[in-house]
């Protein structure tokens, strides 16, 4: 139900923009969010929208940087990636739920029922 894009190679300072697009009752999702996990390493919570809530949340690590959206009438999410660095380089994932998830937990892939496929994003240095 979920469709992830837009991933690709580019050079350390650039600029992605990830997309999903998702299907069914997307716009009744009270949580998206997008994940990441690099080689080795653990899938990471990097960004969250909660309905109802004052805005995005971000990871420390990309705080700044990356800017979370969605359009509801599209049934998409989005997730720009400015000022990419080498440790950005990751398959991105990204995550929805039908419910708001709890704040200290909107970070935790457990908290999240579907998933995208996962689009790799490789910045050289």
């Known amino acids: 139900q979920l469709q992830a894009s837009g991933g690709g190679l580019v050079q350390a300072g650039g600029s992605l923009r990830l997309s999903c697009a998702a299907s069914?009752?997307?716009?009744?999702?009270?949580?998206v969010a997008w994940f990441r996990q690099a080689p080795g390493k653990e899938r990471e919570g990097v960004a969250y929208?909660?309905?109802?809530?004052?805005?995005?949340t971000y990871a420390d690590s990309v705080k700044g940087r990356f800017t979370i959206s969605r359009d509801r009438a599209k049934n998409t999410m989005y997730l720009q990636m400015n000022s990419l660095k080498p440790e950005d380089t990751a398959v991105y994932y990204c995550?929805?739920?039908?419910?708001?998830?709890?704040?200290?937990?909107?970070?935790?892939?457990?908290?999240?029922?579907?998933w995208g496929q996962g689009t790799q994003v490789t910045v050289s240095s």
């Open positions: 995550a929805a739920r039908f419910t708001r998830c709890l704040s200290y937990v909107c970070l935790d892939q457990s908290s999240y029922s579907y």
């Open positions: 069914g009752f997307a716009s009744d999702y009270g949580s």
């Open positions: 929208i909660r309905s109802g809530s004052n805005g995005p």
